[in-house]
Structure formats: structure tokens, C-alpha cells
């Protein structure tokens, strides 16, 4: 008698090996997660009102889902967010969230379409995006995107900036008159250096947020880039013809890219006048910061265009605060040469003789430096 060709064992066999193969299957397809990487620093509310309105409830809902949290303040997260930067192509907000195929950027743009991507993704079970490990330190690698020399250079270049320089020359001249000794005078100079410092850096930084805060309206950020650049060119041909006109006649009020009688008048007032009392060092940080405000209708067509290059390039708020940081202990450093300088003995009236000296150099390294700074805004 033949046997059956497929006996009762063999079914049998047959039938549990296709339920085993169809429950692994099932089984890795429902373990399959789905990893949404969110970047924000520590200390910002933005960033901890998505994670606590947005990202934690998502995660205590579905299994399926591993949220990871970067902290950028970190520098290993920093390089992190980079990579996921180059591997997405994109550059903007610090305030990230990648998941899958799709990045959104910016606390808005997060809040308001992260649930649905996220739940989309989940339904769509897409494959996890893997990054490869680069040896390339990211974050020098940024930080060419804003040249150390450039940076170096349009720091001095402001520093050096007539107006700032006899302001300063002033400040000493008023000093003398006050018969301070020359270390009440050093102190009192430092501290009005150092509300200089301050105050340039928080009206740099608050230019660049206000910057940022335009980049969505790409008309408005274009108006701004293109009015940068004609600032530059103003600038430049300005200094030049400053430089070519004070070499024939010597006269500094043949100068025309300089403060108003009115200003200069009203920041001598404010030195005059808040230099006094006994508490002179509360009174120097008052009066650096008064002046910095009326100077940076001066020295604000280096800065602008500065801050411009920054926001145009995709800098990053943490980057842009080291950036400052650097960028205003430079255009400090001729005000601390001016300060040394008196205090080593140089009279205010010699001071003010070797800055009109110089004045026809410092004239065309402003406008070599406005021509760099235009040339950077032009090629985006």
C-alpha cells in the first residue's frame, strides 16, 4: 500500500512553521520603533514647551515611538544636530525635530504640524535614517562659515572707527580736569570700557534675533540683505573720499562720514554730566552705556552689515553669542591702547594728534573692510 504523500505529521509540521515564520514577521513589525530626534537647549522655554506639551505625551501614548532629547548646549549634541544638518541639507533654527524622511524647525513650525508628521511617520512604519560618522569637527567646520579673519578684521576695523576713538579722548581729556589720581582714573576708564563692551554686545545680539525673527519673510529678509549691501558700497566710497580729502587738507571737519555737531555735543553733555558725584564708578558704567547708544548711529554700518553675513549664513544663536563676544572684546581693544596710553603719561592733545595722523589709514581700512563685508553679503 502506498504512502500518502503529505501525511497527517507532515501537515501538521508544515502548518506550525508557517504560523511561526507569519508571528515573527508580526512580531518585528509591531516591535519596529520609530525615533524622533528633537534638538533645544536646556534653558530655553520654547524648547520645554514642545517637549512637555508635545513630544512627552506622544511618548507615554504609543510604545512604538522613542523620542530623544539633544541638549545643544552640550557640545557632542551640538556636532550631532550638524550632522543631522548635512545629512538633511538644511540650515536654520536651533530649535529642531527630525524624524524619518521629513525635519521641521522652529518652535511654530513644531507645535503646530509635529503630532501630525509623527503620526504619519508611525503609519507609514518608514525606516529608521541612519547617520554616518564623519571625522569633520562640525562645529569648526560652522565656524568657517564665518571667517576668523573676517571676523578679526571688521572688529578692528569697527573699533578703529574715528568716532569711538575721540570719544575717548574726550572721556581722558574730562578726567584730567577732575584731578583724579591715575588709578581712580584707570578704574573709572575700565568700567566705562566695560558698559561700552556690554552695551555693543546686547545691541548686537538683539539686532540678530530681530534679524532672524524677519528671515520667514523672505521679501522682507531679501530688502535687508540688498539694504546692507548698498550700505556697504555707501560706506566704502564715503571712507575713501574721506581719506583723499583730509590727506590734501587736514582738516577733520572736511570729514563727512563722522558724527553731527549736535551728537558730539550731546555725548560730551552726558560725560559732563554723569561723570560726577562721589560713586564715580556707577556713573562711568552709565555714561558708556548713554554713549554707546548715541555712537552706534556711527559704528552701526560695520555692525549691521556684520550681523547681516551672520543671519544670512544660517548662524546659529549659540554660535552668534561667542561670535559677539569675540567680535567686541576687538572693537574694545583701540579704546583699551587709548586708555593704556594716558595712563603711561601720552597727554588727551597728543592722542587726538597721532589719531588725525592715522586718520587717511583708518579711512581706507574701513573701506576695504566695507568692500569685504558687501562682497560676503553678495555672494550669500
Known amino acids: 500500500?502506498?504512502?500518502?504523500?503529505?501525511?497527517?505529521?507532515?501537515?501538521?509540521?508544515?502548518?506550525?512553521?508557517?504560523?511561526?515564520l507569519f508571528t515573527t514577521a508580526h512580531s518585528e513589525e509591531s516591535s519596529k520603533k520609530l525615533t524622533v530626534h528633537f534638538f533645544g537647549a536646556s534653558t530655553c522655554s520654547e524648547c520645554n514647551a514642545i517637549k512637555t506639551n508635545l513630544l512627552r505625551p506622544l511618548d507615554e501614548k504609543y510604545e512604538s515611538l522613542v523620542v530623544k532629547d539633544y541638549d545643544i548646549l552640550v557640545e557632542k549634541n551640538l556636532n550631532t544636530l550638524f550632522r543631522f544638518q548635512d545629512?538633511?541639507?538644511?540650515?536654520?533654527?536651533?530649535?529642531?525635530?527630525?524624524?524619518?524622511d521629513t525635519?521641521?524647525?522652529?518652535?511654530?513650525?513644531?507645535?503646530?504640524?509635529?503630532?501630525?508628521?509623527?503620526?504619519?511617520?508611525?503609519?507609514?512604519?518608514?525606516?529608521?535614517?541612519?547617520?554616518?560618522?564623519?571625522?569633520?569637527d562640525h562645529i569648526e567646520d560652522q565656524f568657517r562659515n564665518i571667517n576668523f579673519w573676517f571676523l578679526?578684521?571688521?572688529?578692528l576695523a569697527d573699533g578703529i572707527n574715528p568716532c569711538a576713538i575721540a570719544t575717548m579722548i574726550f572721556l581722558i581729556s574730562f578726567l584730567?580736569?577732575?584731578?583724579?589720581?591715575?588709578?581712580?582714573?584707570?578704574?573709572?576708564?575700565?568700567?566705562?570700557?566695560l558698559a561700552v563692551f556690554l552695551t555693543y554686545f546686547a545691541i548686537g545680539f538683539g539686532t540678530f534675533n530681530a534679524l532672524r525673527g524677519l528671515e520667514e519673510i523672505h521679501i522682507v529678509s531679501s530688502l535687508i540683505k540688498w539694504a546692507a549691501?548698498?550700505?556697504?558700497?555707501f560706506v566704502a566710497v564715503l571712507s575713501i573720499r574721506d581719506g583723499i580729502v583730509f590727506h590734501k587738507t587736514k582738516n577733520i571737519k572736511d570729514i563727512k562720514l563722522q558724527l553731527s555737531d549736535t551728537v558730539k555735543m550731546k555725548i560730551h553733555d552726558i560725560i559732563?554730566?554723569?561723570?560726577?558725584?562721589?560713586?564715580l564708578i556707577i556713573s562711568a558704567a552709565i555714561t558708556g552705556f548713554l554713549v554707546t547708544l548715541f555712537e552706534t548711529m556711527c559704528t552701526f554700518q560695520t555692525y549691521l552689515p556684520v550681523l547681516t553675513v551672520m543671519q544670512n549664513r544660517g548662524t546659529h544663536r549659540i554660535q552668534v553669542f561667542f561670535y559677539l563676544l569675540y567680535y567686541n572684546f576687538l572693537f574694545i581693544v583701540p579704546l583699551q591702547i587709548v586708555m593704556i596710553a594716558a595712563y603711561k603719561g601720552m597727554t588727551w592733545n597728543s592722542l587726538a594728534k597721532r589719531t588725525q595722523k592715522n586718520m587717511v589709514a583708518v579711512k581706507f581700512i574701513i573701506a576695504s573692510v566695507m568692500i569685504a563685508l558687501?562682497?560676503?553679503?553678495?555672494?550669500g
Open 1 to 20: 500500500m502506498k504512502k500518502a504523500p503529505f501525511s497527517l505529521k507532515k501537515i501538521t509540521a508544515l502548518l506550525f512553521l508557517l504560523f511561526l
Open 87 to 100: 545629512h538633511y541639507s538644511t540650515m536654520g533654527d536651533a530649535i529642531s525635530l527630525f524624524v524619518a
Open 103 to 136: 525635519f521641521l524647525l522652529g518652535y511654530n513650525n513644531i507645535m503646530k504640524n509635529g503630532k501630525t508628521v509623527i503620526l504619519e511617520k508611525m503609519d507609514q512604519a518608514v525606516d529608521e535614517v541612519v547617520l554616518t560618522e564623519s571625522d569633520v
Open 152 to 155: 578679526t578684521l571688521t572688529g
Open 176 to 193: 584730567t580736569t577732575q584731578k583724579l589720581k591715575f588709578k581712580q582714573t584707570l578704574i573709572v576708564g575700565q568700567t566705562y570700557i
Open 229 to 233: 549691501i548698498l550700505l556697504c558700497t
Open 272 to 279: 559732563k554730566t554723569k561723570l560726577t558725584g562721589k560713586n
Open 374 to 379: 558687501a562682497y560676503y553679503l553678495f555672494r
